[in-house]
């Protein structure tokens, strides 16, 4: 079965870095895009930043673009998303999450995802 484990989150002041991890397994990770969202409290999901299944494309939300980089290593079945300059804005869980969609950017589109892991930002 697909497995998607997020890890590296934690407790950050403003302007810290943090870098996420997530490893999977179960899937051709290589045939996958891969993707982060988070999820503020009381707010709703969102797209943070996807990469294409070779890693030749990337594409990020306006909020984080300049901050995060996404990366992934196709030996490893693992995507990295190195967060620079945080915001307490920032603060959410974050999910790695698999499409078979080149680019995909919605929810709908990720069949598998991962369960999370807490990012806090404090001022």
């Known amino acids: 079965q697909v497995q998607l484990v997020e890890s590296g989150g934690g407790l950050v002041q403003a302007g810290g870095s943090l870098r996420l991890s997530c490893a999977a397994s179960?899937?051709?990770?290589?045939?996958?895009?891969m993707a982060w969202f988070r999820q503020a409290p009381g707010k709703e999901r969102e797209f943070v930043a996807v990469?294409?299944?070779?890693?030749?494309?990337?594409y990020y939300a306006d909020s984080v673009k300049g901050r995060f980089t996404i990366s992934r290593d196709n030996a490893k079945d693992t995507v990295s998303l190195q967060m620079i300059s945080l915001k307490p804005g920032d603060t959410g869980v974050y999910y790695c999450?698999?499409?078979?969609?080149?680019?995909?950017?919605?929810?709908?589109?990720?069949?598998?995802w991962g369960q999370g892991t807490q990012v806090t930002v404090s001022s």
């Open positions: 999450a698999a499409s078979d969609t080149p680019g995909a950017t919605m929810q709908y589109e990720y069949d598998f």
């Open positions: 179960g899937l051709t990770f290589s045939s996958y895009a």
């Open positions: 990469i294409s299944w070779s890693g030749g494309m990337t």
